[in-house]
Nanobody, 126 residues
Framework: DVRVVESGGGLVQAGGSLRLSCSAF????????VAWFRQAPGKEREEVAC????????QYGDSAEGRFTIASDNAKNTVYLQMDSLKPEDTAVYYC???????????????????WGQGTQVTVSS
């Protein structure tokens, strides 16, 4: 069975940085993707970034705005979301999701992902 585990959320001041970590256990091949979504109160869940584990290709949602970077450390089976220049509007629960196949097949659609972590709260104070 696939299991997704996130960590790294917390409270940070505006302009600061945070790094989220995600490990997806149980995939039977490298042909899978790991993505970060976020959901703010009263808003829909949106994709922040995705990385295809097989070739390292990435895609970003509009919310990343060039301030967030997704990267993979395959030796540690961990995907990181580096978030810089954080703004109060980045406050949300951040979810890690994983699925077989490359990011490009999913078009940022959260319904395309079967495997989800429990979420981690990121709060940016002004």
């Amino acid at each position: 069975d696939v299991r997704v585990v996130e960590s790294g959320g917390g409270l940070v001041q505006a302009g600061g940085s945070l790094r989220l970590s995600c490990s997806a256990f149980g995939f039977t091949s490298d042909d899978h993707s790991v993505a970060w979504f976020r959901q703010a109160p009263g808003k829909e869940r949106e994709e922040v970034a995705c990385i295809s584990r097989s070739d390292g290709s990435t895609q970003y949602g509009d919310s990343a705005e060039g301030r967030f970077t997704i990267a993979s450390d395959n030796a540690k089976n961990t995907v990181y979301l580096q978030m810089d220049s954080l703004k109060p509007e980045d406050t949300a629960v951040y979810y890690c999701a994983a699925e077989y196949g490359p990011c490009v097949e999913f078009y940022g659609d959260l319904n395309a992902y079967e495997y989800w972590g429990q979420g981690t709260q990121v709060t940016v104070s002004s």
